[in-house]
């Protein structure tokens, strides 16, 4: 080491920092929120990034609930409407039936007379 | 900034690692390094100390993960380094002038031993930050640039080269006034 860095050293020798900085550093320390934990960070973290998003998700959650309500409205409908054809069918069946059986009795009844 | 430091691997002045201190010790033992880190950087005794403060609360706050005095030092001299050039950056407290534009001490300041050592602080003051910081931890700490380029996580090569470059830059800068004093103490 030469001159120059000796005279480098002496003028880049340690200071003091005032009387009362450790007892400064002791109080800041002590009013100092305990260290949080890593997985709480963590989750805390997540949470916010998820909270960020809440506002455009409830949307997509409610516009995808709304899509399939009516969806499912559109075929309770069309159930309901197959269930009244098949109700309707069923009738005439019985009463074109009825009026088949009357025929026919008819025609027995004229051929014995 | 989340500041989680491992251990340097190996003991960088050979030595046992010392037993962990208590953390009012720790304060105790290396408020004078840090203070003189930020002192030396900032030339701000109120910014210096407001510095060294919040590296010792983070140090508590990292303090399960301390290992040794020695790691409390590697840890305390990274750190400290760190927010010095970032404390620069966020307040944008650039050098005036570089060292290059820097005026010469008027002719009333002679530059004797004391003065030269005031002198060649506020000429170290105007580095750039980079070079700054490696020439305080190269001769407030004593520092080797291997332990140096561990600390910043440097290349060994680019510390040598940036600190040779410091040390011209100030020699040529002290030698010009040396030289302008022995011509005005001549006349």
Known sequence: MNEFERQMQRALARREPSSDFTLRVLNAVATDPPPERVWKRWLREKWNATTRFAPVVAALVLAAGGAFYQQHQRLERGELAKHQLLVAVRIAGEKLHNAQRQVVSIGVDDSMN | ?187
């Not at chain 2, 003189?36 to 510095?51: C, K, N, P, Q, Y």
């Not at chain 2, 002198?119 to 640039?145: C, D, F, H, T």
Request: aromatic residues 6%.
């Open chain 2, 1 to 187: 900034m989340d500041v989680v430091l491992s251990a340097p691997s190996k003991s960088l002045t050979g030595e046992q690692p010392l037993a962990l201190p208590s953390f009012a010790d720790a304060v105790e033992t290396n408020k004078a390094m840090v203070f003189s880190i930020g002192w030396h950087f900032l030339r701000d005794r109120a910014m210096a100390e407001e510095l060294a403060q919040d590296v010792f609360l983070e140090l508590h706050r990292h303090w399960n993960g301390m290992k040794s005095a020695e790691h409390i030092v590697f840890w305390l001299r990274r750190v400290a380094s760190n927010r010095c050039i970032d404390e620069v950056r966020k307040s944008k407290l650039h050098p005036l002038r570089s060292l290059e534009e820097s005026a010469e001490p008027t002719a009333l300041e002679r530059v004797q031993d004391p003065l030269l050592s005031a002198y060649l602080e506020r000429m170290i003051a105007s580095l750039p930050e980079k070079q700054r910081i490696l020439v305080v931890l190269r001769y407030q700490e004593g520092m080797e640039p291997e332990e140096i380029a561990k600390v910043l996580e440097m290349n060994v090569s680019t510390v040598k080269t940036q600190i040779s470059r410091a040390l011209d830059l100030l020699r040529t800068k002290t030698a010009h006034r040396l030289k302008q004093q022995a011509e005005a103490d001549g006349q």
